[in-house]
Structures are given as structure tokens and as C-alpha cells.
């Protein structure tokens, strides 16, 4: 079943949350696959389950019932140390309000998780200017976060979220905070890194974001609804070929 | 749409013939609302006999040259100054059929909205492929811009439609719950369990 280019896969994800009388079923019987190189995204209203997915898959919370797996390796089978080294190596997470920490550099921020790892100091750091470059910000990198505006920041958190190869990105809203055209910049930027090889899953309510994955996922009451896939584009021709 | 206005504006900058009118056109909208040649001229005799156009003569290769009179010119000039016309609502078919939809009886609305948001989803991820795919966003190049605008007036209206199918379905859902709860007096509205609508897909 499972391909080495599935980098993720929920299989009969149930997430009940409290018991009896007064439990609520976050997510029903979901299974999800996102591969490498793929960006998937996922809608819903509040409520819909669409974050517990997303908490689920970096290993955050654990389900119910089903399996999660990432890059082949089933994360309830894992011991707490094993789970938190997977999630420094292989998951990237951004969110929302960026996270980082006030008190360090853009370049200390991003080569945390390499640290925290074992990485050496000076290694870690030379890797995280370069993530920082990758994302357009390289001359930044001894900032801190509040000398920066909310774009650069949120630049900061995705250089952070795939800094040593990690090859699973988790986005929860991450343009939320943004205006429209700094929220494309990001996308344009989470669409690079799939396109380099990554796998990764968007979590949104708007619909002009999940536009830039190639696949939408449809979360209502914590059950998949509805998919729509990629197909190349025919609908309208190329610009400039009637020249 | 306004072929008329939009000829005319395009000959304000040089006189021009028919194919190359088509083309100027085109580059600037893409290939959104395709023009056919004939439909160039048809206008251009209509502008020539209101006297907004005139013919300049022919080109080497003979082709006809339009240039556009004074007339044309403040024709033009109305036409940039003046909103486009809203107080009439283009017919818009996805409204009329949802209108319809939550009044005859047995039609599943979830799965009318549903499979509308797919298809709309499906529109907007391949315009946003063809953004991305397309010349730079802040090309300084005059045409290059007239199209990434075009382009970005197509997202936001896909956009705008299924946000309103998303609002759609809210109150769709919410109507049924109010109506379940009516079925059932001495039941507290409030607090209890409400049951699924059976309208809505899950």
C-alpha cells in the first residue's frame, strides 16, 4: 500500500476528544495521502477538523483510532524520544503567528531544531543562513523577530520548517496574518519547496490559498467530503501565444 | 461586453486594421473572451457608419486601416469615466439554480453546493497555475500588467463564488436544524443534540 513517495498517510484517522456523553468526534474514519513533491490542501469551515489533521500528522496528538505514518514509519509505534527526533528531522511546521522566539536571531531561530538535534553550533547556523537564503531573507539573518514586518517572519518560520532536509511541511493558516499580496509571497514560497521535492499539507478557509495546491481536500463534520485533483490547464490558453 | 468601447480605446493609440486590433485585444485579456475576426469588423463597420471611426486608407499589404475621430476619441473618454452599470445584476445561472434548489422538493442542496465549490475549486486552482506560471507579477510591461489583472479578476470571482456557496451551506444547515427543532415541541432547542440535516453531506 504504501509508496516511498507517500511522505504522509493517515489511515482510518478517528480523534474523539473527552468521553460518554460529552464526547466530540473531531475526525471521523479519515485516511490522507500527501507525497512528496505534492502540495495538498485542506478547507473547512471552523469545527471541521481540518487543524486536529494537521496536529495529528506532526505528531502533536495521537488518534483514536487508525494510523499515522510518516515516511513509511508509524508514529504510535514510536517511542516518545524517537517521536520528538522525527519531529525535529522530518516535519516542519508553520504556523499562523509565526512562533519564533523573541529572543533570538532569524539564524538562531531556524537552526534551533538542528541544535536541539545534536547538529554542532557552527554547522547548524551555516545551514540555517542557508535556508534563510532559500527563502529571500539571507541578509536578515541576525534580526531579530520584532525588527522584522510579519512577511519576513513568516519567511523566518518556513526557513525553520524545512531547514536539514526535512521533507514533511504542516502549514496552518500560515498566510492568516499577512496581507494578500505578502500571503502570495508565502504560498509562492511553501509551492517552491513541494516543487523541490517536499511534501506538503495547507490547512485554510480561503479558497484563493488552497488554489495554489494540487489537491483540495473538503473537511465537513471531520469527514472527507469531497476532492478536487490537478489536471494541466487547457481551460484557458497561455498568454501571449495569439501574438 | 463592450467590444465597441474597447476597439475604440485601442485605436486611440494608432490607427490599426482589423487582425491587428484582435491581437492588441488579446494580449492585454489573454484569451479570456476570445474575439473572432469577423466580429472585429462587424464592429468597425457599425463605429465607421456612427461616425466614430474612419477609414485611413490601406497598408502595404492592403489591409483596411481604421483611425478613430474626434467623436471616437470623447466616446472613449465617457466610456473611462463612467462606472460600469450595476443596478442591472448580470443573470447569473449558479444563484437562479439555487435559488431553486432549496425551494423544489427533493433536491440534495449539500450536494449542489458541494459539487459546484469542487468545480469552481478546480477553476481556481488552474487559474492560480497559470498565474504562477505566467511572466512576473510586477512586470513593468503595459500588456504583461493588463493580464495578470485580468487573471486576478477571474480568482477573486471564483473566489467570491464559493465563499458565498460556503454561506450557502451555513444557512442551509442551520435553516434545517431550526426546522427539525420545530418538529419536535417540548423538545429544548437549545442544548440538545441536533440532529444531522439530512440536506447536508456528510
Known amino acids: ?243 | 461586453m463592450s467590444v465597441k468601447q474597447a476597439l475604440l480605446a485601442l485605436l486611440e493609440q494608432e490607427p490599426m486594421y482589423g487582425y491587428q486590433l484582435r491581437a492588441e485585444f488579446e494580449q492585454r485579456t489573454g484569451a479570456t473572451w476570445p474575439l473572432n475576426v469577423g466580429q472585429v469588423y462587424t464592429t468597425l463597420t457599425r463605429l465607421e457608419r456612427d461616425g466614430l471611426v474612419a477609414g485611413a486608407g490601406s497598408d502595404d499589404e492592403g489591409h483596411v486601416v481604421y483611425r478613430i475621430t474626434d467623436t471616437g476619441r470623447a466616446e472613449v473618454a465617457t466610456w473611462f469615466t463612467t462606472p460600469v452599470n450595476r443596478t442591472q445584476p448580470p443573470r447569473d445561472e449558479l444563484a437562479i439554480k439555487l435559488a431553486l434548489a432549496v425551494t423544489v422538493p427533493g433536491v440534495d442542496v449539500g450536494t449542489v453546493i458541494q459539487q459546484q465549490r469542487s468545480a469552481t475549486m478546480a477553476a481556481l486552482q488552474d487559474y492560480t497555475r497559470l498565474k504562477r506560471s505566467g511572466r512576473a507579477p510586477a512586470s513593468s510591461d503595459g500588456a504583461d500588467l493588463a493580464w495578470t489583472l485580468v487573471l486576478d479578476s477571474l480568482v477573486f470571482a471564483a473566489e467570491a463564488e464559493i465563499r458565498w456557496l460556503d454561506h450557502c451551506e451555513a444557512r442551509v444547515r442551520r435553516a434545517a436544524v431550526e426546522r427539525a427543532a420545530q418538529q419536535r415541541p417540548g423538545t429544548p432547542s437549545e442544548g440538545a443534540a441536533a440532529p444531522r440535516p439530512s440536506g447536508a453531506t456528510s
Open chain 1, 1 to 243: 500500500m504504501t509508496r516511498s513517495t507517500d511522505v504522509l498517510q493517515l489511515t482510518g484517522v478517528t480523534r474523539v476528544h473527552g468521553e460518554g456523553a460529552t464526547a466530540v468526534r473531531a475526525l471521523h474514519s479519515v485516511s490522507f495521502i500527501a507525497s512528496a513533491g505534492e502540495l495538498v490542501a485542506v478547507m473547512g469551515p471552523s469545527g471541521s477538523g481540518k487543524s486536529t489533521l494537521l496536529t495529528l500528522a506532526g505528531g502533536l496528538d495521537t488518534p483514536t483510532e487508525g494510523t499515522v505514518a510518516v515516511e513509511g514509519r508509524d508514529l504510535g509505534s514510536l517511542r516518545q524520544a524517537e517521536l520528538a527526533r522525527m519531529r525535529r528531522t522530518s516535519i516542519g511546521y508553520v504556523f499562523q503567528d509565526f512562533n519564533l522566539i523573541p529572543a533570538l536571531t532569524a539564524a538562531e531561530n531556524v537552526a534551533m531544531p538542528l541544535e536541539l538535534d545534536g547538529a554542532r553550533t557552527r554547522k547548524a547556523r551555516d545551514a540555517a543562513r542557508t535556508a534563510l537564503e532559500e527563502v529571500g531573507i539571507g541578509d536578515l539573518a541576525d534580526r531579530f523577530p520584532d525588527q522584522m514586518s510579519g512577511g519576513q517572519q513568516q519567511r523566518v518560520a518556513i526557513a525553520r520548517a524545512v531547514v536539514g532536509e526535512r521533507r514533511l511541511i504542516l502549514a496552518d493558516e500560515p498566510t492568516g496574518a499577512l496581507d494578500t499580496e505578502t500571503g502570495e509571497e508565502i504560498l509562492r514560497l511553501l509551492r517552491a519547496r513541494c516543487d523541490a521535492g517536499a511534501a506538503g499539507v495547507l490547512v485554510t478557509h480561503e479558497a484563493r490559498h488552497a488554489a495554489w495546491a494540487d489537491r483540495v481536500v473538503f473537511l465537513r463534520d471531520g469527514v472527507v467530503v469531497d476532492e478536487t485533483g490537478s489536471s494541466p490547464v487547457d481551460a484557458l490558453l497561455e498568454p501571449g501565444l495569439t501574438r
